[in-house]
């Protein structure tokens, strides 16, 4: 065998070896994808969400982006419009037409809007930190600060029990914001 065939079968060697190398890496990536994508999935509605559809309530850091919105089924909605204003709307018979119940005032600031943990509900810039609007009402020594929507309005309470309980009662607490209130 003369040199020249000792190095192409070795280089053919390296090249098959490289390639056998590049396969199994992206074998291995896609399985990574697929288990993160199942528990991604499977994950959907665990104990770590804090939003009831039955209820309508949100709570613990959930946020409403731009074009988000929670109906009550009824006739009111919450939403984070996509110009930046959080609006709570009603409407009697028919949808298309509305009223304001009550709003941030935050159009061309508002980005997504979030009831925190701590009670607060608040209206965030693009950014992610700039504040364009803060109810500052916060849940002092209570376990939960929860936002609901229903029939004419929304509620923002404090509990010690999970939000979506207190919430199915609708009239074992009171109601922190509305359309009466200055903002």
């Known amino acids: 065998m003369t040199a020249a065939m000792s190095v192409s079968k070795a280089k053919t060697k390296t090249m098959a070896g490289a390639k056998a190398r590049a396969a199994r890496r992206m074998a291995g990536a ?15 509605g665990s104990a770590q969400a804090a939003y009831d559809p039955v209820t309508h309530t949100m709570w613990n850091d959930e946020p409403l982006y731009r074009g988000w919105h929670i109906d009550n089924g009824d006739n009111t909605r919450l939403i984070m419009q996509d ?6 709307y009603r409407w009697f018979n028919d949808p298309s037409r509305k009223e304001v119940r009550w709003a ?5 600031c508002g980005d997504k809007a979030v009831m925190q943990s701590d009670g607060n ?7 992610g930190r700039r504040v364009c609007y803060a109810r500052n009402e916060f849940k002092g020594s209570y376990a939960n600060g929860c ?10 309470y404090f509990t010690n029990e999970p939000c979506p ?10 109601i922190t914001l509305r359309k009466s209130d200055a903002y």
């Open 121 to 127: 509900l608040v209206v965030y810039g693009g950014d």
């Open 165 to 174: 309980q207190v919430a199915a009662r609708q009239g074992d607490f009171t």
């Open 30 to 44: 896609l399985a990574a994808g697929v288990v993160a994508l199942t528990g991604t999935l499977t994950g959907a």
């Open 104 to 108: 941030s005032n935050t159009v061309g």
């Open 147 to 156: 936002l609901s929507v229903w029939k004419g309005g929304i509620g923002i």
């Open 83 to 88: 110009d930046g204003n959080l609006v709570v």
